[in-house]
């Protein structure tokens, strides 16, 4: 009965270079969220998904940031020409359906260096 | 755009003493959930309020939600160290999108 995956857990980039992160939601879930979190900070809403569409991506930076979900395959969220800024951890959830008032399950998150 | 305000930020307890946390928005809420990170792990949620005025308990944990829907509350009685983490109240919008508050994190003082 496996949770959310996320992977890498730890990634390391150079300034400039790009990093991917994979999320597969839990078994029967159909939505998937990504938030990031700075140390000792919050979790910042990024983007918010379902199979094949962008439901809500108003928490993305306008540029270098994309993400998306295929109708196989896991959810990526891909940062290009990353910069020291850009640290930080990598929080994917999921939901089984649409609805008001959902609850979502995280995975264990990506955290992501930048030197 | 909208977000939940959580006070305190931070908060440092004996172990034993009892614990709050709010959170309070300046409109109506559809519903607020509470969730659990503790240090270096991933967030949990813990529990959904929905109606007017809910009080729900969990063991040593009482989450209330205001009769305005407006606010909410985690209480935490005799506080322990496992314990120690951050609470993090969250909305959730009709679009299904979910917005966290910034978290209290709470230190257990041995």
């Known amino acids: 009965n496996a949770g959310v995956m996320q992977n890498p857990r730890h990634l390391v980039r150079r300034r400039g270079q790009e990093a991917r992160l994979r999320c597969s939601p839990m078994?029967?879930?159909?939505?998937v969220y990504w938030y990031r979190q700075l140390p000792e900070e919050g979790l910042k809403f990024m983007v918010y998904?379902?199979?094949?569409?962008?439901?809500?991506e108003s928490g993305m930076p306008k540029e270098r940031f994309s993400a998306e979900f295929p109708k196989e395959g896991p959810s990526i969220l891909r940062i290009q020409q990353v910069v020291r800024g850009d640290s930080a951890a990598y929080f994917c959830a999921s939901s089984p359906q649409a609805g008001s008032g959902n609850t979502i399950y995280f995975g264990e998150g990506s955290w992501l260096t930048v030197v | 755009g909208q977000q939940v305000m959580q006070i305190p930020q931070y908060q440092h307890v004996q172990e034993g003493e009892d614990f709050t946390t709010y959170c309070n928005s300046s409109t109506t809420l559809s519903n607020i959930q509470w969730y659990k990170q503790r240090p270096g792990g991933h967030p949990v949620f813990l529990i959904q309020l929905v109606k007017s005025g809910e009080v729900k308990k969990q063991k040593r944990l009482t989450f209330q939600f205001g009769e305005a829907k407006k606010n909410s509350s985690l209480h935490i009685t005799a506080t322990q160290t496992t314990d120690v983490g951050t609470y993090f109240c969250?909305?959730?919008?009709?679009?299904?999108?979910?917005?966290f508050g910034k978290g209290t994190r709470l230190h257990i003082l041995p």
């Open positions: 998904l379902q199979k094949e569409n962008i439901i809500d």
């Open positions: 078994k029967g879930h159909s939505h």
């Open positions: 969250a909305e959730g919008y009709r679009d299904d999108k979910i917005i």
